[in-house]
């Protein structure tokens, strides 16, 4: 079956400092891969996405993410953080075998963003 | 891309009762679907709410509880039928028109049962 890992459930940063979100899929077909962000109590946001397109996609608020094939990685990162990161960010694939288009979600990271 | 209206945005019901969800897409969409987003956790994908014919429903939930409509391209309901405390979770309806696009959420409806 097709799927994401996300393979921390919380990352700490420092504002400032870079952000990495790492998220590895599983998929027996070339798939869409999407970035999305839940603020608290908020709904969710696109982050970026890939759909077999430049495989270094640049994304809202400095994100950006590079799709490596040959790892099944899609990992998130940015330069900076900032307070405002803070949030839950969900990997998700859409494998491209199914009619419907499925979004798969990933179990999600929070980002915890210092002072 | 699409904005999603969803609503009500959160709502404390009594055990036995049902509580409809709405959802308001301003394009026409080809696709709409309902998530379950329990305390905690990352998003379960309830049904694919087709326009016109009867909703395409995961393993695990079935339509007699979680009734959903979709009258036309930019409108769909979820129906939360004879609830329990089980059921407490953000609900969150999704729109899209393909994967270039991405796909939009609404903002959610956060259900408590008591």
């Known amino acids: 079956a097709q799927s994401v890992t996300q393979l921390d459930s919380h990352v700490s940063v420092s504002e400032g400092t870079p952000v990495l979100l790492r998220c590895n899929y599983s998929?027996?077909?070339?798939?869409?891969l999407f970035w999305y962000v839940q603020h608290p109590n908020k709904g969710l946001q696109l982050l970026l996405k890939?759909?077999?397109?430049?495989?270094l996609v640049k994304g809202i608020n400095g994100f950006e993410a590079e799709f490596k094939k040959s790892e099944t990685s899609f990992h998130l990162t940015k330069p900076s953080a900032h307070m405002s990161d803070a949030a839950e960010y969900f990997c998700?694939?859409?494998?491209?075998?199914?009619?419907?288009?499925?979004?798969?979600f990933g179990t999600g990271t929070r980002l915890l963003v210092s002072p | 891309s699409a904005v999603i209206s969803q609503k009500p945005s959160r709502d404390i019901c009594q055990r036995g009762t049902s509580l409809t969800i709405q959802c308001q897409v301003d394009?026409?969409?080809?696709?709409m679907f309902w998530y379950r987003q329990q305390p905690g956790q990352s998003l379960t994908l309830i049904a694919t709410?087709?326009?016109?014919?009867?909703?395409?429903?995961e393993s695990g939930f079935v339509i007699d509880k979680f009734p959903i409509s979709r009258p036309n391209l930019t409108f769909s309901t979820l129906t939360v039928s004879n609830m329990s405390p089980e059921d407490s979770s953000i609900y969150l309806c999704?729109?899209?028109?393909?994967?270039?696009?991405?796909?939009?959420f609404g903002s959610g409806t956060r259900l408590t049962v008591v």
């Open positions: 709410a087709n326009q016109g014919s009867e909703a395409t429903y």
């Open positions: 999704s729109a899209g028109t393909g994967t270039n696009y991405g796909y939009t």
């Open positions: 998700v694939v859409i494998p491209m075998n199914t009619g419907f288009q499925k979004l798969v």
């Open positions: 890939y759909t077999s397109a430049a495989t």
């Open positions: 394009s026409q969409v080809t696709m």
């Open positions: 998929s027996s077909y070339s798939p869409s």
